[in-house]
T-cell receptor, first 115, second 112 residues
Framework: NAGVTQTPKFQVLKTGQSMTLQCAQD?????MSWYRQDPGMGLRLIHY???????DQGEVPNGYNVSRSTTEDFPLRLLSAAPSQTSVYFC??????????????FGEGSWLTVV | SQQGEEDPQALSIQEGENATMNCSYK?????LQWYRQNSGRGLVHLIL?????REKHSGRLRVTLDTSKKSSSLLITASRAADTASYFC????????????FGTGTQLKVEL
């Protein structure tokens, strides 16, 4: 199993450009999520999905869109990048949703710089 | 924000010593988890403790949970240089739906 795979690893964008961060998991996990990590801020939840066709907002959803057309994939879209979106982005998945006590598996991160 | 707060923010110890990190949170939880993040890498799950548990062990790790104080601690015994990393607590709040909320982390440095 590859686990949770994120691409690209590094990306530089100009303000106003759009891009998609890809996330795929091969563990048949129902739950997938996107976090951003900024210095001194810990990880903040952007969007999450509890299954194909279902998405919901996290703590910091503004400026980001997601979709979940398949169980395996959960892309994160930046429609018009802003310097405030410079961050490290992590995709994570879990077999079931959290209240049941399942642990979460993280990808290796995508470093995004918006200039 | 319902983030937890880790304490201390940074910790430097000698190899062989014990390292203790604390996490405080704000509202009732279903469970609390601890994760490790090596520099430039993703987070790795270490241990999960449920709200009705008070202590759990996993190898050199010991986690305690005090729901009356809304706090948890992670103890790493006989630390090694390879334990150098950032450690985060994460909680699933009662009524928080399917959201795992992370604290700001403790940076641990274990020196030879």
């Amino acid at each position: 199993n590859a686990g949770v795979t994120q691409t690209p690893k590094f990306q530089v964008l100009k303000t106003g450009q759009s891009m998609t961060l890809q996330c795929a998991q091969d563990m048949n996990h129902e739950y997938m999520s996107w976090y951003r990590q900024d210095p001194g801020m810990g990880l903040r939840l952007i969007h999450y999905s509890v299954g194909a066709g279902i998405t919901d907002q996290g703590e910091v959803p503004n400026g980001y869109n997601v979709s979940r057309s398949t169980t395996e994939d959960f892309p994160l879209r930046l429609l018009s990048a802003a310097p405030s979106q410079t961050s490290v982005y992590f995709c994570a998945s879990s077999y079931k949703a959290f209240p049941s006590g399942n642990t979460i598996y993280f990808g290796e991160g995508s470093w995004l710089t918006v200039v | 924000s319902q983030q937890g707060e880790e304490d201390p923010q940074a910790l430097s110890i000698q190899e062989g010593e014990n390292a203790t990190m604390n996490c405080s949170y704000k509202t009732s939880i279903n469970n609390l988890q601890w994760y490790r993040q090596n520099s430039g890498r993703g987070l790795v799950h270490l241990i999960l403790i449920r709200s009705n548990e008070r202590e759990k062990h996993s190898g050199r790790l010991r986690v305690t949970l005090d729901t009356s104080k809304k706090s948890s601690s992670l103890l790493i015994t006989a630390s090694r240089a390879a334990d150098t990393a950032s450690y985060f607590c994460a909680t699933v709040y009662e009524g928080g739906g399917n959201k795992l909320t992370f604290g700001t982390g403790t940076q641990l440095k274990v020196e030879l």
